[in-house]
């Protein structure tokens, strides 16, 4: 299963749904573009919803730290929300875990927001 | 096999079927075959760099207690001693680099020989349940 990402907004933060997989090739093309679409618009509370992303692989780590790192160069805040079990031991085993901002529950990610 | 992103999708389809035959359990299964598909990315994409031209060989093999998947590419070959540490600070936020890592974490042992005429990576994993021995290749 390719990744899909659908984005709605609440109180000024772009809450991006996504599932599937994020691995090399479509998957993480999706999810760069969608964060580069929500920049240019101007969108820089960007949250990633991970909860029905049943696998990643490095590539797609790498496109998670690029997105994290694009929004954060520009000013914007990048977090995660309800990572998978296998998504969670991944960030956990990289490092990765303490560098991004995760949450577990909506409501109080979208008021972390600065 | 052609060095495509079908390749690497066919790789980890085919590490998964062998992994679930070999008795590991689910958690197993995803590392090796996640083991797999990093090692055929990096085949595929670093060592044959999408050449139509240059193949890459797969080998599952099931001998005793272990599973041995041994994959060979026709690139320049993969220097070990030159992949940098992702988990070093300076690292931590490259968007790449993280592929042999994430297979020596998921493996029980990771052998790579890299030549003039490309790279053999060897991933073993120990199989504690029952597992009846069998080689599959696919070049």
């Known amino acids: ?114 | 096999m052609d060095s495509t992103l079908e390749t690497v999708d066919t790789a980890e389809q085919t590490a998964t079927r062998i992994a679930l035959e070999s008795g590991f359990d689910e958690d197993q299964v995803t590392q090796i075959a996640m083991a797999v598909r990093e090692a055929a990315v990096n085949a595929v994409l670093h060592g044959n760099a999408y050449d139509p031209d240059k193949k890459v060989r797969f080998d599952f093999e099931r001998t005793g207690g272990e599973l041995v998947i041994t994959i060979r590419d026709q690139g320049k070959g993969l220097d070990p001693a030159k992949i940098p540490d992702p988990l070093s600070p300076e690292n931590l936020l490259k968007t790449s680099g993280r592929g042999i890592f994430l297979i020596r974490s998921f493996m029980d042992k990771v052998e790579i020989h890299p030549s003039q005429t490309g790279t053999e990576i060897k991933l073993i994993k120990h199989v504690h349940g029952e597992a009846a021995g069998g080689k599959e290749a696919s070049q």
């Open chain 1, 1 to 114: 299963m390719t990744m899909k990402a659908s984005t709605r907004q609440i109180d000024g933060v772009a809450i991006v749904d996504c599932s599937g997989r994020i691995t090399l090739g479509e998957g993480s093309v999706v999810l760069r573009d969608t964060v580069r679409d929500l920049l240019s618009k101007g969108q820089k509370k960007i949250l990633l919803n991970l909860a029905d992303v049943n696998y990643i692989d490095s590539s797609g780590i790498g496109e998670l730290v690029s997105a994290f790192t694009t929004v954060r160069n520009q000013g914007g805040e990048l977090k995660l929300l309800n990572l998978t079990k296998k998504v969670h031991d991944l960030l956990q085993i990289t490092k990765l875990y303490t560098v991004f901002d995760v949450k577990d529950e909506e409501s109080a990610a979208v008021k972390a927001f600065g």
